[in-house]
């Protein structure tokens, strides 16, 4: 088996012209870059309202993950190392700009202008110390605090890689967290090794009540029809390390409940059936001293 | 690269506090007919800064964009096309970008701007 091309040479020397070519003439290739997009942009849970959104496509490479977000109608914008992988898309005529930079040096974008970020298969290569300069811990950092700068509030990032092993992915999801996302982790059809997909789903500021994270594929993946059997059971969900922001955080906002909810809650209660809800009275719902 | 595009960058070299708007010089600009989604116009407007984008069309030959506007505006059909052709239909194809702080220059070659930065400005 050759080993992983992460390991072999930095990306922007690994994806040549050879290999940069495998993406307009690889059926396989061109059919996951194309799946993996489709569930990128799933796992994004853009508003249903058909409404063009700025996506950005981190490591967009040949362009083959931003046709299809052209295909769903969106406006994108590329990054890129590699110019050889870019003059693929050139070729290929894709609609977004490209722009060749390196996401480890971090994103210039200006604060809040992004409306969603996909990657496929392109974060693993921060965790290389490919070169002396390259320090994996300080890159991931300048990437994603970049990352959370330039999305807009509540926009989210469904960012799919290959990491080498449990470290690796443990080191990218922490990074993440650090940096102030909520969100996590959805893992697609866990059990098979092959098919087995990392997602990391990332919100842009404190969770809410509609950031729950998307529930991860299950089953197997059928490889000829590509058709997927998902799970139908709601149990069954594979979404691993669902973090939150730092609880220090969270703290401050927490607010302290008035007399007047606590006479309403009550109140529904009551009107819910129950017979065993305290009584009204002028001791409900006051203030109280903190004990230790 | 489109203008929607330059409106977004910002130069991110350490230490530059405001690297927006970048400075453009350009040598080539091409024009690519697209369809037109008021919708997305709408959508994108509030987000975009004018006077940034405005200065930016003029570097590339385009001068009939309004000094001020308001989301009214958007109700209009001639400056809709008028925003829409300079914000999706024009490219910077040759040229360069420039940081509005240091002077630094990230060359535009076939469109795609070279935003890679040397080790000591990261
Ligand atoms: C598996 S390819 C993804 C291809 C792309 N999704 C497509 O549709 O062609 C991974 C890409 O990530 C890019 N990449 C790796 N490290 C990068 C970095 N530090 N900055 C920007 N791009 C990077 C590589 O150049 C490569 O094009």
């Known amino acids: 088996m050759a080993s992983r091309p992460e390991l072999q040479n930095p990306p922007e020397i690994y994806y040549n012209e050879t290999e940069a070519r495998k993406y307009t003439t690889s059926s396989r290739i061109i059919e996951i870059q194309a799946k993996l997009t489709e569930r990128a942009l799933e796992l994004l849970a853009l508003p249903d309202d058909g409404l063009p959104r700025l996506i950005l496509d981190i490591g967009c490479g040949s362009g083959l993950s931003g046709e299809t977000l052209s295909e769903k109608g969106h406006i994108w914008i590329g990054l890129d190392i590699s110019q050889a992988m870019l003059d693929v898309a050139l070729e290929r005529e894709t609609e977004g700009d490209l722009i060749l930079s390196d996401i480890g040096q971090g994103l210039g974008f200006r604060p809040g202008t992004l409306d969603g970020a996909i990657s496929i298969s392109a974060l693993q290569w921060l965790c290389n110390a490919d070169k002396s300069c390259n320090d994996p811990r300080q890159r991931l950092k300048t990437f994603f605090n970049s990352l959370y700068q330039s999305l807009s509030r509540g926009a989210r990032a469904a960012l799919q890689i290959y990491p080498q092993n449990a470290a690796q992915l443990e080191m990218i999801s922490t990074a993440a967290m650090r940096c102030g996302f909520s969100g996590g982790l959805v893992v697609d059809y866990p059990h098979s090794t092959r098919a087995k997909k990392y997602f990391l789903c990332l919100i842009c500021g404190p969770p809410n009540l509609n950031s729950a994270l998307p529930k991860a594929k299950l089953g197997m993946e059928s490889d000829e029809s590509g058709s997927e059997v998902d799970s139908d059971n709601d149990e069954h969900t594979v979404t691993v390390l669902e973090r939150q922001r730092p609880s220090k955080k969270r703290k401050v906002e927490k607010k302290v409940k008035g007399r007047a909810w606590v006479l309403k809650k009550k109140e529904q209660r009551r009107n819910h059936g129950f017979v065993n809800v305290p009584r009204d009275t002028k001791y409900t719902g006051r203030k109280r001293k903190a004990h230790f | ?122």
Do not use: Y
């Not at chain 2, 690297?19 to 987000?47: S, W, Y």
């Open chain 2, 1 to 122: 690269m489109r203008l929607l595009t330059h409106n977004m960058l910002a130069c991110n070299i350490k230490g530059v506090t405001n690297g927006f708007p970048l400075g453009i010089d350009a040598t080539r600009v091409e024009t690519k007919e697209v369809e037109m989604n008021p919708d997305f116009l709408k959508h994108i407007f509030p987000k975009l800064r004018w006077e940034a984008f405005r200065a930016a069309a003029h570097s590339l030959g385009i001068d009939n964009l309004p000094e001020q506007v308001d989301s009214n505006m958007l109700l209009d059909e001639e400056f809709l096309q008028q925003f829409h052709h300079a914000l999706l239909e024009v490219h910077l194809e040759e040229g360069a970008l420039i940081c509005p702080e240091t002077g630094r220059r990230f060359p535009v070659s076939k469109g795609i701007p070279n935003m890679l930065l040397n080790e000591d400005e990261v």
